[in-house]
């Protein structure tokens, strides 16, 4: 059976009038890597929280259907049982930091001394962790001094150092710079080749692309379309529901109408937008790829 | 209204020196994006345009005024700064308050209080939201509160950080709806973000900073065609500079029209 198993999962919050999720089903196989896309208001945060948990533990509401994380049912398990599998990244970075630590090093660690990992290996896993986010010369800095990209270095930090089997992560990068944000993609990346189970919010649809297995569409709680990043992203269906895309698809769709894209699938990633436009300049010279700059996928 | 930074260092009460040194001159209208890798300094050198820092050394100038010289209440007459972070900016109960109290406390007449709280909310697309509380929205529309409670004070600089940080398309060409209504109106709009194809289609004048100095400054069109400049502050090129520069274009592109007739 999946990993994680959603099964006609409806919920609403409190005093809404409309369900934030709309009988959704989704399987996400171990080690999968899997982004949700969508307009502002689709769901995607409340995806993440059912996910995670909150939803409805922590928030309450009117929930109906199962959702399954490891074998293990959420509304047969506490929240305390639930995040020892599953760890989530906050859409607004600025609010996770726990306030109760006076460096980045001891706030990364907080969660690893919760469940008392011995300090040699808290040690270790901490500074690895921060190697993997670019952080290390953070350590011994205060949580509150930091520019806002790197309060969301830390945050997300201190969700990999736990190593949670299934991690949801909220827009992780929507504060941090184009390479950093490059840079994190292909760490998460790693981690799913290393059997971690990945659920991305993302807007960024060429790293999505280039990164994740698969893509879920949602729009007003439901899952529009699914499928393989290269189809969903360039379908005419996600165009038309304000979707948004990356420049190399909506650039070429527009070339598309005057003719000059040739191709019948539309790009991307800028190794397909090039391949593509190479066709329609016949007489230029694609140049090759810059090397080991992760540009030439995964 | 122009800027002037003169020598413009800062050092943090923890020690952290994150500006070395900058000068710069923005003109009056001027459409400007600062761009540059995360602890760069950008946040850092905004705060001292409305007076939330003080310069160590060096001067700021709006128009005439130092901002040595000036309160952040004085200073809030001709520079509207967006925070970053929008919890650190909204305390109102709904977002009909929160917007009207900028322009309110300007002293502005009832008349055109009511005109610029309503253009504002139109520009973000808050007009049905007015009775929200900001905290019980999205930090998405929070952002979008946060920028019309600083467009309707009517300042003759805006400074947006960060503004189109997980929005979606719509409200993406929102905001780039926004900033050229204000340029229209002459006002100087500086805006800080990591979105370079954003930055590509809606600004005039690039500005890398990085490790608290300037880098790059210039027209757009040089600034972003640099690749190996910008990776130094972590920035890359727009996508569809990418592309041309990969199918061999000789110029610079910055944006779909300019692409599609480059090819055609
Ligand atoms: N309150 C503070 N106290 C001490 N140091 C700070 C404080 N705020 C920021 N810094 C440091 O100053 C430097 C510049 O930070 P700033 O917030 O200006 O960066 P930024 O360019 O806006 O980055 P980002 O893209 O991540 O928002 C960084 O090294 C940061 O860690
Ligand atoms: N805490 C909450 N209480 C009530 N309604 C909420 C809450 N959080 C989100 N919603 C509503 O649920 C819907 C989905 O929101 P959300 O999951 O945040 O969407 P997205 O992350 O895709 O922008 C929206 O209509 C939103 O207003
Ligand atoms: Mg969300
Ligand atoms: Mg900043």
Redesign the interface.
Known sequence: MAFVNLQNVTYQYPLTKTPALQNINLQVDEGEFVAVV????AGK?TLCYALAGFVPHFFKGEISGTIEVAGKESSKSTLDEWVLNVGLAF??P??QISGAKYTVFEEIAFGLENIGVPREEMKSRVEDAMALTGIRDLAD??PY??????QQ?VALTSILVMRPRLLVLD?PT?????????EVFGTIRKMAEDGMTVVLVE?KM?WIAQFADRVVALKDGSILLEGKPGEVLTSDLLAEN???????T??AR??KK?G?WRKENLPVT?DE??EG??L??PF????G?PRGRGESGK | MKIEIKDLRFT?P?G?EALKGISLTIEAGEQVAIV????AGK?TLVRHFNGLLQPASGSVMIGDWDVKKYSVAKLATRVGYVF??P?EQLFSRDVLTEVTFGPKNLGYAKEKIDELVQRALSLTELNDKTETNPYDL????RKMVALASIIAMDTPIVIFD?PT????????ARIANAISELRMEGKTVITIT?D??FCAENFDRVIALSNGQVLLDGPAREILGQDEVL?Q????P???T??G?????KETVRN?EE??KA??
Do not use: C
Not at chain 1, 174 to 182: C, E, L, N, V
Not at chain 1, 242 to 248: A, L, V
Not at chain 2, 165 to 172: E, F, K, P, S, Y
Not at chain 2, 245 to 249: E, H, Y
């Open positions: 969508g307009p502002n208001g945060s859409q607004n600025f609010n800095r205060s001094s930091l520019s806002g990209g790197q270095r827009e929507s504060q941090m710079d184009p390479i950093g944000t490059r807007h060429e304000g979707f948004g895309s990356s420049r190399y909506s650039t527009e070339a005057r000059l800028l937008a090039v436009f190479a329609t300049l230029s010279s694609p140049k790829a | 943090f923890t952290l540059g890798q995360n602890g946040t970053q972070n919890d999205s930090p998405t529309w960060e940080t997980g929005q979606d398309a719509l409200n993406v990591h370079i194809d990776a502050t972590y920035v890359d727009p996508q569809l990418r592309l520069k990969r199918l061999g274009l779909q692409f599609l090819i055609t």
